[in-house]
């Protein structure tokens, strides 16, 4: 799993290296403010405690001082009667005592000539005897200071001989209790401060820490990311992180009952108690309704759905008439439900636009059981039916004028035959007649055949062996005279050798005929019809190019259906059965290939009748 | 991948050519669901140049027939080859839809 704001693997998305990235951008800013605090804090109570030891040590130095001065003043007074009896001895233990009791560093009584009568430092004593006579000396009691030392001088009055100079110095400040304690209370303070600053820092990182992945997983989530294992965040990084992983555990929850849920309605199966009826109705194409007397919907199957166009739990329930307009229907069903009318009722709707359209029939009959529903309304698509009907239709009106015409011909000529004295020349041209008329009528015969045959699924090709080189040269012949009557420029572009093919001759020269004689049809006088023939490794080609009245872009989608003929005037005006290509491209795909076209209404078409080379005779 | 749409009557038949896998799935998923829409479920998908299928483009064959059994209908299916059967049937995915020999007995069957 790859958790953000998880541990070791750590990437773009999950890992610490994301969490530090997010502190070091909006998150950082509360815990350096924290950190900040807490300096500050810390060090108020530093700054305090060393005031406190400064001043301390300030009144520690002038008690030193007073100390210092107070020894010296015992010193001279308690020295002075015995120097005065020349009690040297005493003096000196006097000297050494008293240093050593106020922790003097120095303790001397010095003569007029340098020399040193009595010192704490026994060693420094350099004059053994007390001259009966000091030299003079004058000297002012003084007691100086400083930070490190405390200096302290005065005189020592020596009846009957004069006066020395007592000296004393040592450190400023004692090591006291007191003191100790300050300096012990300054530590623990610091010690607390920095324990309380980690923390204080330890508590802000991991709190932030679990936003700045929520954070991190919000960002991905905007990214497109919708892996819960991916967005989940690490939850040892706090309540919030924990919170969050909870929701995206509900919401992913929530995400796959939807999805269950609308994969359970997508097959029909959300509604229970479902019976092996509800089944059945589902199952049906046709749609099924049931109505109460009050027009509310109490049952619609999928397909009755899907026919309205909404989702079945909003047909179920509502007023029928909100998913229907036409009034016919409408006054139907109100008909029907309201027990006005009793027998079946049959309407035809014919819906438009990009959501559904054809044509739907309607048929509304009461339910005579006993039960509640007042109506049933079933739906059926019938727009395959109704184009159906229209293209026969079409096509028995279509197929009778191309009947009657070659009949007329050939009876109006058969009469004339057997009425008249026709000379040889009006006989000729009678049976000449007659013999295009009845080839014309097995054309039409064999069209109406071949579609049957289509229609029936029945349509087969006989494997033969096909000369392409004889079937060209039919072709041309067949349709040389017919182009020199239209003035035409009908050409042939062969290649200088044609292969021979495996395939049904008949219905490829009934596809290359359909081509050519439509573009020989429908290309005005003076125009020129191509025919191109190319032979390569893969494909056996047909070009059919022709400078005619071309087909529009919406006619072109459909001049391969059955029954179907262009709307343009030009086209109506032709006789035709609007067979000829849906044959040609259907046996041409029974041989593997495939006719296509392109075209440009007023500039010409290009039929292109394509058999793969496998089809070539070994 | 190139699809040929092709109307025979109020039935529209989809003919897509080549494999139909990953992203070429996809794109007929699209294209079929647009002719579904328009044309109530009136349409066909002429296997005869799908060469082979793999598992997206199964499942989008199985999404399309279940989107049409809401109303009742099942996939039309015409002219697949024999790869193509084979791998239905290994799946066990043959029973969710309707063949057809050919294009217009597929079209037929809307009669």
Known sequence: ?618 | MQINEQRQGAVIVLKPVGPLVQKDADQLKARAADVLRKSLGRFVIDASAIAYADSRGLEVLVELTEELGAGGQALKISAANETLREVLELTELTPLFEYHEDVNSAVRSFL
């Open chain 1, 1 to 618: 799993m790859n958790q953000i704001g998880g541990q070791p693997h750590g990437d773009a998305l999950g890992g610490r290296s994301t969490v530090r990235r997010r502190l070091a951008g909006g998150e950082a800013a509360p815990v350096w403010a924290a950190l900040a605090i807490t300096f500050v804090v810390v060090g108020s109570v530093a700054v305090t405690a060393w005031l406190t030891v400064r001043g301390h040590a300030k009144a520690m130095r002038e008690a030193r001082a007073a100390q210092v001065e107070n020894a010296c003043q015992f010193v001279a007074e308690a020295a002075s009667p015995l120097l005065a009896a020349g009690d040297l001895t005493a003096v000196r233990r006097i000297v050494i005592d008293t240093a050593r009791a106020n922790a003097l560093d120095e303790l001397r009584i010095v003569l007029g000539d340098g020399g040193v009568l009595a010192a704490a430092d026994p060693a420094a004593i350099s004059s053994h005897q007390l001259p009966p006579q000091l030299p003079e000396i004058s000297l002012a009691s003084t007691v100086t200071s400083d930070a490190r030392t405390v200096a302290s001088a005065r005189a020592v009055e020596i009846p009957g001989r004069g006066r020395a100079r007592l000296e004393a110095s040592g450190p400023a400040t004692m090591p006291t209790g007191a003191m100790r304690d300050a300096q012990a209370a300054a530590g623990i303070v610091g010690a607390v401060g920095l324990v309380a600053l980690m923390l204080v820092s330890r508590v802000l990182r991991r709190r932030l820490g679990g936003m700045a992945a929520i954070r991190a997983s919000l960002l991905a989530f905007e990214r497109g990311e919708r892996s819960p294992e991916t967005l989940t965040v690490d939850e040892s990084l706090g309540a919030e992180a924990r919170a969050w992983n909870e929701l995206l555990a509900g919401r992913d929850a929530e995400r796959r009952r939807q999805r269950a849920e609308h994969a359970a309605e997508a097959l029909g199966a959300q509604r229970a108690p479902r019976t092996e009826l509800d089944d059945a109705c589902d199952a049906l194409w046709q749609g099924l309704i049931l109505i109460d007397e009050r027009l509310h919907t109490k049952y619609a199957n999928g397909a009755a759905a899907v026919f309205l166009r909404a989702k079945r739990d909003e047909v179920v329930g509502a007023e029928i008439t909100r998913f229907v307009s036409d009034e016919r229907l409408v006054n139907a069903i109100k008909g029907v439900a309201s027990g006005a009318i009793r027998n079946r009722l049959t309407v035809e709707v014919e819906r438009t636009g990009d959501n559904g359209s054809g044509v739907l029939r309607f048929s509304v009959r009461p339910v005579r059981r006993d039960d509640s529903a007042a109506a049933m309304i079933l739906i059926e698509d019938v727009t395959q039916q109704r184009v159906a009907d229209a293209a026969r239709n079409a096509f028995v009106a279509q197929a009778s004028h191309e009947l009657r015409t070659p009949l007329t011909n050939i009876r109006l000529y058969v009469e004339q035959l057997l009425d008249g004295e026709p000379t040889p020349a009006d006989r000729a041209q009678a049976i000449n007649v007659i013999s295009q008329e009845s080839r014309r009528l097995e054309r039409i015969v064999s069209d109406m055949l071949s579609v049957a045959e289509i229609e029936a699924g029945q349509l087969r090709i006989v494997q033969d062996d096909v000369r392409l080189d004889a079937l060209f040269a039919d072709l041309e012949a067949d349709y040389r005279a017919q182009a020199e009557d239209k003035n035409l420029d009908l050409r042939f572009d062969l290649p200088p050798k044609l292969p021979v093919i495996q395939g049904d001759r008949d219905k490829i020269a009934l596809a290359l005929h359909n081509l050519i004689g439509n573009a020989l049809k429908y290309t005005p006088a003076g125009g020129t019809v191509r025919v191109i023939v190319a032979d390569d490794e893969q494909n056996f080609t047909v070009d059919v190019v022709d400078t005619g009245i071309g087909i529009s872009p919406e006619d072109a989608e459909r001049v391969f259906d059955k029954f179907y003929r262009a709307k343009d005037r030009r086209v109506a005006e032709l006789t035709g059965t609007g067979l000829g290509l849906a044959l040609a491209r259907e046996v041409i795909r029974l041989h593997g290939g495939e006719v296509t076209v392109q075209s440009e209404l007023d500039k010409g078409s290009t039929f292109t009748l394509s058999i793969p080379i496998h089809a070539r005779a070994a």
